[in-house]
């Protein structure tokens, strides 16, 4: 058995068409990096110490992509990061976006990216009421990026307005619902992470219902953890907290210990289904450094927290009063299109997930033979069909309502014996 399924999957890799490629992401507040205040200065919060607390809490996750809040409104100090703490110890990869501001704020957003994996395609503003909330459009480099075919990864950063009261909840929601009126002029059905600080102490703030049930259903953001409940000063999420690192103030960092969920990333549903080349990896969303044990405490009190290395808790403790979230996605998307583009078909579309039937859009240059055939992930052969396409446009039903939800593999060979290979997703 195991030297079959050997065989069958060298046989695969011989024709598979399509490459997946993993992409962590983390969001993480600096507070105030590069900026000085009368409580944050270079007694409490230098930046070259900082720089040495990053290094070691980006070597330690390796992001791909790297959003952060609360760095200087400035384009020295984004430079600086990227060459003082990114680009080091052999690293040459990482990028930044574009510099953009617009409101009248010294604590600003900003993107870093592998330069190997992803590229930056646009950089704009949602809404500049307070604080700017920026959306920076990524894209994957893949082997098919020559002829226009790729994946697009689309990253909305905020930091929305801080403290409680009923007067900052309301500009939190000011600010979400701006954000999502903007969203809502663009695709509805693209790859979206809304990520960021949104400083919220309850779910059912207008600001946080505003991202979970926007008027248009298509738009709407999803918890990938699914924690929906009181967070602030409740032990029962203190998995989820991420401020504050500190139970007592350094005069810059917030004291309290952990018991608030201030950070996030929220996923699109095409992310949660994979519908448009990206999707979530399941159980990969972790605020780096809870335990889940530090409740109301420093994250470097006891019990011993031994959830990352001693010297990365240390950095986490002294860099900032927020934890970084990280999760990762699968990076799903076609190669050798060169190969098919030779074949009798200018493309074949598969509409992911799938229900009771699989919907396959073909554009024939000319008749031809197709043979179709649905794989599970060990090789067997569920369905085999041969159909005759005429040239143009046609479309293609095959009942799946007998599948089991999962994963599965669809094979297209054409009258020339040339393969494609694509995964479908059951639900």
């Known amino acids: 058995m195991l030297k079959f399924l050997f065989v069958f999957v060298a046989t695969l890799l011989s024709w598979q068409v399509y490459s997946q490629d993993t992409v962590t992401v983390m969001q993480y507040n600096l507070l105030f990096y590069g900026v000085n205040s009368d409580w944050c200065d270079p007694s409490n919060n230098d930046i070259n110490d900082k720089d040495e607390y990053l290094k070691k809490i980006i070597h330690h996750n390796k992001p791909d992509i790297f959003t952060v809040n609360e760095i200087g409104n400035s384009q020295a100090i984004h430079q600086h990061l990227l060459d003082q703490v990114l680009n080091t110890n052999g690293v040459e990869f990482y990028?930044?976006?574009?510099?953009?501001?617009?409101?009248?704020?010294?604590?600003?957003?900003?993107?870093?990216?592998?330069?190997?994996?992803?590229?930056?395609?646009?950089?704009?503003?949602?809404?500049?009421?307070?604080?700017?909330?920026?959306?920076?459009?990524?894209?994957?480099?893949?082997?098919?990026?020559?002829?226009?075919?790729?994946?697009?990864?689309?990253?909305?950063?905020?930091?929305?307005?801080?403290?409680?009261?009923?007067?900052?909840?309301?500009?939190?929601?000011?600010?979400?619902?701006?954000?999502?009126?903007?969203?809502?002029?663009?695709?509805?059905?693209?790859?979206?992470?809304?990520?960021?600080?949104?400083?919220?102490?309850?779910?059912?703030?207008?600001?946080?219902?505003?991202?979970?049930?926007?008027?248009?259903?298509?738009?709407?953001?999803i918890d990938p953890i699914d924690q929906y409940g009181e967070w602030h000063n409740n032990d029962d999420y203190s998995h989820v907290h991420t401020q504050s690192t500190h139970a007592n103030s350094n005069g810059c960092a917030a004291s309290g210990g952990m018991d608030d969920r201030f950070d996030f990333v929220l996923t699109s549903q095409s992310i949660q289904d994979g519908s448009q080349f990206v999707s979530y990896i399941q159980d990969s969303y972790w605020a780096v450094g809870q335990d889940g044990l530090h409740f109301d405490k420093s994250i470097n009190d006891l019990p011993t927290n031994t959830s990352v290395p001693n010297d990365v808790l240390s950095a986490l403790y002294e860099n900032s009063d927020h934890l970084p979230i990280t999760l990762k996605l699968m990076v799903d998307k076609s190669l050798g299109v060169d190969d098919w583009q030779a074949t009798g078909f200018h493309e074949i579309r598969i509409i992911n997930p799938v229900n009771q039937q699989l919907s396959i859009g073909l554009d024939a240059k000319w008749r031809t033979h197709l043979k179709i055939e649905i794989l599970d992930l060990s090789g067997g052969i569920l369905f085999h069909e041969d159909f005759h396409v005429e040239k143009g446009n046609a479309q293609i039903e095959i009942p799946t309502a007998h599948l089991n939800a999962g994963f599965y593999l669809i094979r297209f060979i054409d009258g020339n014996g040339k393969k494609m290979v694509r995964k479908i997703i059951k639900n």
């Open 95 to 221: 990028a930044k976006a574009n510099f953009l501001s617009v409101a009248e704020s010294n604590l600003v957003n900003m993107l870093y990216y592998n330069s190997e994996k992803l590229m930056l395609k646009n950089h704009t503003i949602a809404q500049s009421y307070i604080r700017d909330i920026n959306v920076y459009e990524l894209y994957y480099r893949s082997d098919d990026l020559g002829n226009g075919d790729t994946a697009f990864i689309i990253c909305v950063v905020g930091h929305l307005k801080s403290s409680s009261g009923s007067a900052n909840e309301n500009k939190r929601k000011v600010m979400a619902e701006n954000t999502m009126d903007y969203l809502n002029q663009l695709d509805d059905n693209a790859n979206y992470l809304l990520m960021g600080d949104f400083n919220l102490y309850s779910p059912t703030e207008p600001a946080y219902q505003a991202f979970l049930f926007y008027e248009n259903p298509s738009l709407r953001f």
